[in-house]
């Protein structure tokens, strides 16, 4: 396909949406066609699941029926959404996908692995992002930063423990696809994290040759 896929991810409050707004800025400054986008969501079919996987009254949900939920917002957001962007040569820069099941519904609620990545290749039929920009922080840090902004949703009411194992799961990750994904330190200032940030798609591009 023409364009290019670009994912961010990492635990929760670790600002990846100021830095997503950041990058889509310099990358529409260079004249490409950036598309932003989030998941679950990016689709008025996926907003709504969004809404029914989030809603905090749901607290008898299982961990499989999260998983499905995720999955279904997902094959609709890439059938919608992202490919047809991908078509016309656009850059998507999405806030969570894939990856993102594998860690929370994987490696911190305990759902096979080799269950999810089936699920994944057929949400999306096949479509793998290009580039993974984890951002990784202190997960107490991180968890602050999700408290002091006071609407919680029901991932972040999870106790610490859960949120450890999401970061744990990131990197593993990370480690296991070194191709693929870039871990940044989140520890920082918005905009040292930004600049490392635009360091490595710059680089991704140009060995593209974009
Ligand atoms: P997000 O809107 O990115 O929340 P935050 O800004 O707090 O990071 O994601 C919503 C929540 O959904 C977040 O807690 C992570 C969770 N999530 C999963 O558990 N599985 C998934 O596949 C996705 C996409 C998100």
């Known amino acids: 396909m023409a364009g290019i896929l670009i994912t961010m991810e990492g635990p929760d409050g670790s600002g990846k949406t100021t830095q997503i707004s950041l990058l889509a800025k310099v990358l529409t400054s260079?004249?490409?066609?950036?598309?932003?986008?989030r998941e679950p969501g990016g689709t008025p079919l996926a907003d709504r699941i969004r809404v029914l996987v989030l809603d905090p009254a749901h607290d008898k949900m299982t961990a499989r029926t999260e998983a499905l939920l995720y999955m279904a917002a997902r094959a609709q957001h890439t059938a919608e959404l992202i490919r047809p962007a991908m078509e016309r040569g656009a850059v998507v820069i999405s806030d969570r996908y894939a990856d993102s099941t594998l860690v929370y519904q994987g490696v911190a609620r305990?759902?096979?692995?080799?269950?999810?990545?089936?699920?994944?290749?057929?949400?999306?039929?096949?479509?793998?992002?290009?580039?993974?920009?984890?951002?990784?922080g202190d997960t107490d840090c991180l968890a602050q930063r999700v408290t002091s902004r006071g609407n919680k949703d029901r991932l972040d009411n999870e106790d610490p423990e859960f949120h450890r194992k999401v970061r744990e799961g990131f990197l593993l990750l990370a480690a296991q696809?070194?191709?693929?994904?870039?871990?940044?330190?989140?520890?920082?200032?918005?905009?040292?994290i930004q600049l490392d940030i635009q360091r490595c798609v710059q680089e991704f591009l140009q060995k593209r040759g974009r």
């Open 177 to 192: 696809n070194p191709e693929r994904f870039r871990v940044i330190d989140a520890d920082r200032t918005v905009e040292s």
């Open 30 to 37: 260079e004249g490409r066609e950036v598309v932003q986008t």
């Open 110 to 136: 305990g759902l096979p692995l080799d269950s999810l990545i089936w699920l994944n290749r057929f949400a999306t039929e096949e479509l793998t992002p290009d580039l993974t920009l984890l951002l990784d």
